[in-house]
């Protein structure tokens, strides 16, 4: 307007061909930009502008926005120092205004009009609409993020990080927008480290609990060749018109009752009620169910482990049950409400076997720690740690009048102990 005045005054004629205004803040915006000293700095500009505005719920609500000047101090310091030549440069054609705000330097366009004015700032908001919005949230986050002390629980993961990622391929991010998506990209990969891990030891403890029962499975294979060797004698001797049949694989009359298939893992334990009337199984899918007996419907699916369950065992009065985990833990949990009653750390690894004493006020686990533990069941009390074992301990079980118990281990033994509760 200043060039254009004849006179000292604005002529009308004038004031319409520069299109009043709008069209001369557009035009002194233009020239600004087109004097900048570089393709780098023009390129700046439209990270610089995006920066100082909101974009609001939409194209007609967008207004300018202050910024601490901070928020345009980045991880390149080349990149920095061409940024704040080009904020100077449009602060001194009066286009942007620096400011003192409670001790902070801020920086605001100088007129609200250059939102709408500037032609080549409406076209980059419009481009950019869905990406104001999502810096408005992560700049959010971020501060958020510090705020709290920088919690983990703070960061992003998922999809909504993969999102905010791709979003700083195109854009500039602030020191603090840098950190906070680094932060959280570095906390994901720790926590699918650990997932990695966890999937990893698991696996390895399937082979060994596969290995394991192949070879009980082979154990069991002898007994039967000699059961078929009894079984062909016995046909021998029959007398005329007996009948003994030995029928792989099996025949209609001998199939299964019922198949329960409520599991989506390997199957480790199964146990029956003291009544007969329910069945508990433990499986690698990390939950304990319970099965009406008679008809196959799920009763309950108890999911308080982390990991696989090796073990699974009725108390004496059928009201409670215990199982073993990979997660180093046996729980005791009440089997009408599926609340957790107890949970019993006292081991260092994965424990494979549990079992409830006769009269129902101990709990024996066994496991990789090379150990067998008696515990109070009511109260979770250690009250016995068996050491003698040299390898893996695998299966524990209870005399019947519960005066001694016995354990199986990979160190090839079997050891019966006295158990005194005096």
């Given at each position: 307007?200043?060039?254009?005045?004849?006179?000292?005054?604005?002529?009308?004629?004038?004031?319409?061909?520069?299109?009043?205004?709008?069209?001369?803040?557009?035009?002194?915006?233009?020239?600004?930009?087109?004097?900048?000293?570089?393709?780098?700095?023009?390129?700046?500009?439209?990270?610089?502008?995006?920066?100082?505005?909101?974009?609001?719920?939409?194209?007609?609500?967008?207004?300018?926005?202050?910024?601490?000047?901070?928020?345009?101090?980045?991880?390149?310091?080349?990149?920095?120092?061409?940024?704040?030549?080009?904020?100077?440069?449009?602060?001194?054609?009066?286009?942007?205004?620096?400011?003192?705000?409670?001790?902070?330097?801020?920086?605001?366009?100088?007129?609200?009009?250059?939102?709408?004015?500037?032609?080549?700032?409406?076209?980059?908001?419009?481009?950019?609409?869905?990406?104001?919005?999502?810096?408005?949230?992560?700049?959010?986050?971020?501060?958020?993020?510090?705020?709290?002390?920088?919690?983990?629980?703070?960061?992003?993961?998922?999809?909504?990080?993969?999102?905010?990622?791709?979003?700083?391929?195109?854009?500039?991010?602030?020191?603090?927008?840098?950190?906070?998506?680094?932060?959280?990209?570095?906390?994901?990969?720790?926590?699918?480290?650990?997932?990695?891990?966890?999937?990893?030891?698991?696996?390895?403890?399937?082979?060994?609990?596969?290995?394991?029962?192949?070879?009980?499975?082979?154990?069991?294979?002898?007994?039967?060749?000699?059961?078929?060797?009894?079984?062909?004698?016995?046909?021998?001797?029959?007398?005329?018109?007996?009948?003994?049949?030995?029928?792989?694989?099996?025949?209609?009359?001998?199939?299964?009752?019922?198949?329960?298939?409520?599991?989506?893992?390997?199957?480790?334990?199964?146990?029956?009620?003291?009544?007969?009337?329910?069945?508990?199984?433990?499986?690698?899918?990390?939950?304990?169910?319970?099965?009406?007996?008679?008809?196959?419907?799920?009763?309950?699916?108890?999911?308080?482990?982390?990991?696989?369950?090796?073990?699974?065992?009725?108390?004496?009065?059928?009201?409670?049950?215990?199982?073993?985990?990979?997660?180093?833990?046996?729980?005791?949990?009440?089997?009408?409400?599926?609340?957790?009653?107890?949970?019993?750390?006292?081991?260092?690894?994965?424990?494979?076997?549990?079992?409830?004493?006769?009269?129902?006020?101990?709990?024996?686990?066994?496991?990789?720690?090379?150990?067998?533990?008696?515990?109070?069941?009511?109260?979770?009390?250690?009250?016995?740690?068996?050491?003698?074992?040299?390898?893996?301990?695998?299966?524990?079980?209870?005399?019947?009048?519960?005066?001694?118990?016995?354990?199986?281990?990979?160190?090839?033994?079997?050891?019966?102990?006295?158990?005194l509760t005096s």
């Open positions: 307007m200043f060039e254009r005045r004849s006179d000292h005054r604005l002529t009308l004629p004038a004031y319409r061909q520069i299109g009043g205004v709008k069209g001369a803040l557009s035009q002194h915006a233009e020239k600004t930009y087109a004097a900048l000293p570089s393709e780098e700095h023009r390129k700046l500009t439209r990270a610089l502008f995006l920066r100082l505005i909101d974009p609001g719920a939409s194209e007609q609500e967008t207004t300018r926005r202050r910024a601490g000047l901070a928020e345009f101090s980045l991880a390149d310091e080349t990149t920095t120092r061409l940024l704040r030549e080009t904020a100077d440069a449009f602060i001194a054609a009066r286009l942007l205004t620096a400011n003192e705000v409670a001790g902070t330097t801020t920086i605001e366009l100088s007129h609200e009009a250059v939102v709408r004015a500037w032609k080549r700032l409406v076209d980059w908001i419009r481009e950019a609409h869905e990406d104001l919005h999502l810096l408005q949230v992560i700049r959010g986050d971020a501060a958020e993020w510090r705020r709290y002390g920088r919690s983990p629980d703070r960061l992003y993961r998922g999809t909504q990080l993969a999102e905010a990622l791709a979003w700083r391929e195109r854009s500039l991010l602030s020191l603090d927008e840098e950190a906070f998506l680094e932060a959280s990209a570095a906390e994901q990969t720790h926590q699918q480290a650990l997932i990695a891990g966890r999937e990893q030891q698991e696996a390895l403890q399937r082979k060994r609990y596969t290995r394991r029962m192949v070879l009980v499975g082979l154990a069991g294979g002898g007994l039967a060749v000699a059961a078929l060797g009894v079984s062909a004698l016995l046909l021998r001797e029959k007398s005329p018109g007996q009948t003994l049949v030995i029928t792989p694989p099996l025949s209609p009359a001998t199939l299964p009752y019922f198949t329960y298939r409520g599991h989506t893992d390997v199957v480790t334990s199964v146990a029956w009620s003291p009544d007969g009337k329910r069945l508990a199984s433990a499986s690698w899918d990390r939950t304990v169910q319970v099965w009406d007996a008679s008809s196959e419907s799920p009763l309950l699916t108890y999911k308080g482990h982390t990991s696989a369950v090796t073990s699974v065992a009725w108390s004496p009065d059928g009201k409670r049950l215990a199982s073993a985990s990979v997660d180093h833990t046996v729980q005791v949990w009440d089997v009408s409400s599926e609340h957790t009653l107890l949970t019993y750390q006292g081991h260092t690894a994965q424990v494979w076997s549990v079992a409830w004493s006769p009269d129902g006020k101990h709990l024996a686990s066994a496991s990789d720690d090379k150990t067998v533990q008696v515990r109070d069941a009511s109260s979770g009390q250690p009250l016995l740690i068996y050491k003698v074992h040299t390898d893996v301990v695998n299966s524990v079980a209870w005399s019947p009048g519960g005066e001694s118990l016995a354990s199986a281990s990979a160190d090839e033994t079997v050891q019966v102990w006295l158990w």
